[in-house]
């Protein structure tokens, strides 16, 4: 999902004790919502088994990230 769309990034980052956070970063809202609503990206998030964070960040430089920390 976030591979098709050319103005987000993805990281995903071991965090150690069954924790992993994962960064979606886009070039404007409108991205990010296009993810969120076209996309069913938080329909993926509420699959994950444990506990689940999600935050979303404006930045300085006008894009948005949003993150899931997830613990199994």
């Known amino acids: 999902m ?3 769309t050319p103005h987000a990034t993805l990281t995903f980052d071991e965090m ?4 992993t956070e994962t960064n ?3 070039d404007s809202l409108d991205t990010l919502e296009t993810l969120i609503v ?3 990206l938080l329909e993926y998030v509420e699959l994950l088994d444990g506990v ?14 949003l ?3 997830h613990i199994q």
Request: glycine letters at 6%; aromatic letters at 6%.
């Open 52 to 65: 689940t964070d999600v935050s979303i960040r404006f930045n300085y430089d006008s894009t948005v990230t």
């Open 16 to 19: 150690g004790g069954d924790m």
């Open 24 to 26: 979606i970063t886009t």
């Open 38 to 40: 076209e996309q069913d």
């Open 2 to 4: 976030v591979s098709d």
């Open 67 to 69: 993150t899931v920390k």
